[in-house]
């Protein structure tokens, strides 16, 4: 079955950096494109960034672009994401997640176009 497990989450002071990982299995990994979200408390979970099978392209949310980059080795079924100048802000769970199959990278910023979610990874930066 499709698994997706976050990790490198924890605590961190504000301009400082952290890089996460999402371990995939049970599927074809390069054949997905992948995100990664985020759910700050007493919100929604939005948009991060996403990345298409092979790395050519990524979008990212405004609130990260120029701080955070998503990365991925398909030899290593992996995601990353590297978070730097983290501010109090970024503060959340973080997800990776799958898009769904004939889901047009148009929407690839859109949570409802995603199929599986790992269980997520806390992310807290303190001021």
């Known amino acids: 079955q499709v698994q997706l497990v976050e990790s490198g989450g924890g605590l961190v002071q504000a301009g400082g950096s952290l890089r996460l990982s999402c371990a995939a299995s049970g599927y074809s990994f390069s054949s997905r494109v992948m995100g990664w979200f985020r759910r700050a408390s007493g919100k929604e979970r939005e948009f991060v960034a996403t990345?298409?099978?092979?790395?050519?392209?990524?979008q990212y949310a405004d609130s990260v672009k120029g701080r955070f980059t998503i990365s991925r080795d398909n030899a290593k079924n992996t995601l990353y994401l590297q978070m730097n100048s983290l501010k109090p802000e970024d503060t959340a769970v973080y997800y990776c997640?799958?898009?769904?199959?004939?889901?047009?990278?148009?929407?690839?910023?859109?949570?409802?176009?995603?199929?599986?979610w790992g269980q997520g990874t806390q992310i807290t930066v303190s001021s």
């Open positions: 997640a799958r898009q769904r199959p004939q889901s047009p990278w148009t929407r690839a910023t859109m949570r409802d176009e995603y199929d599986y």
């Open positions: 990345i298409t099978q092979f790395s050519r392209s990524t």
